[in-house]
């Protein structure tokens, strides 16, 4: 029998099933473009330039040429009025090409947040962030009409990978409202039993250690130790940490939340990071903005 360091575990890889999902929204938007004369529109909003958010963003707009997704490109300036932002978000709203509205985050201090996403028009919520959708989201029997890309995207590397989750023991690290909160959401009405850890839960690796699934959503690097981890449980890394390392020309390189090496050897699949959770996000943003576009262009 083979010892336990000779264990490794199966790699999720992320890159390649977004690719697969891309080529599915590649071949649907031909179809709507052939059949109906329609292409799916999402309009991109970025304020300031902050060069993290740039770089999201052109990201973004990228994947959509790819794809074939029409984007509509909304440049402002970082001193742009609450008012001035709310207002292109309403002419956004009213536009019939326009099938998913992103406002990339975080905004300027300047400008109150909430009050902005909560004027996206639920139909065109392609981030899955209005209160609405997180609130059918919390509710059963209810279906929200987005849910937010990373958390969904999370589910679709179990499902593609064919790891079930009905009656497993889920456990979500962190409880962000983009990742942790809406995940474990997800995780519960895929009939999971969650639990969430979060900084005030005293003793986590207890917990963690009982997990078939593990999410791990809370943004301190390589936290969770392989110890920690259940032998055969599915290790979703959603964390992306810059660490030191003087071997790397930028000076650093990037790790999850879980210590991947050690994680390897006990886990029966895992997530690498980079290119395990990151390109799920921008396809499901590509695959929400499409699902937006059938509601309205397939009557």
């Known amino acids: ?12 890889d992320g890159k390649a099933i977004a690719q697969t999902i891309r080529s599915e929204i590649a071949e649907e938007v031909r179809h709507l473009s ?35 997704i029409k ?5 402002l300036p970082e001193n742009v009025s609450l008012d001035d932002l709310i207002a292109k978000v309403h002419e956004l709203n009213v536009n019939p090409d326009v099938h998913g509205i992103l406002v990339q985050l975080p905004l300027p201090r300047h400008i109150n947040e909430e009050k902005v996403l909560s004027e996206i028009s639920i139909e065109k919520d392609v981030d899955g962030f209005h209160p609405l959708n997180i609130g059918k989201l919390a509710m059963k029997g209810r279906e929200p009409l987005f849910l937010p890309c990373t958390p969904k995207g999370c589910l ?13 023991k889920a456990v979500v690290v962190g409880r962000s409202n983009i990742v942790g909160l809406p ?6 009405k895929a ?4 639990t969430v850890v979060h900084s005030n839960t005293p003793d986590p690796e207890s917990i963690i250690c009982e997990a078939d699934i593990v999410i791990a959503a809370a943004g301190q690097a390589m936290m969770i130790k392989g110890s ?50 990151g390109p799920m996000t921008v396809a499901m943003l590509l695959k929400n903005t499409l699902d937006g576009a059938k509601r309205v262009i397939v009557q």
């Open 1 to 12: 029998m083979a010892s336990q360091s000779d264990h490794q575990a199966k790699i999720i």
């Open 34 to 68: 052939q059949k109906y004369g329609k292409v799916p529109g999402l309009a991109v909003v970025i304020v300031g330039s902050r060069k993290d958010s740039q770089s999201y963003v052109s990201m973004k707009r990228k994947a959509c040429a790819e794809v074939g």
């Open 71 to 75: 984007s509509v490109d909304i440049d």
């Open 156 to 168: 679709e590397l179990l499902s593609r990978s064919g790891i079930s989750i009905t009656g497993k």
């Open 183 to 188: 995940v474990s959401l997800l995780l519960l």
């Open 191 to 194: 009939n999971a039993t969650v």
């Open 228 to 277: 920690w981890i259940k032998p055969g449980a599915a290790i979703i890394d959603v964390g992306t940490n810059a660490v030191d390392d003087s071997s790397k020309k930028s000076g650093y390189r990037l790790v999850g939340d879980v210590d991947f090496q050690e994680a390897c050897k006990v886990a029966g699949w895992i997530t690498p990071v980079p290119g395990g959770v």
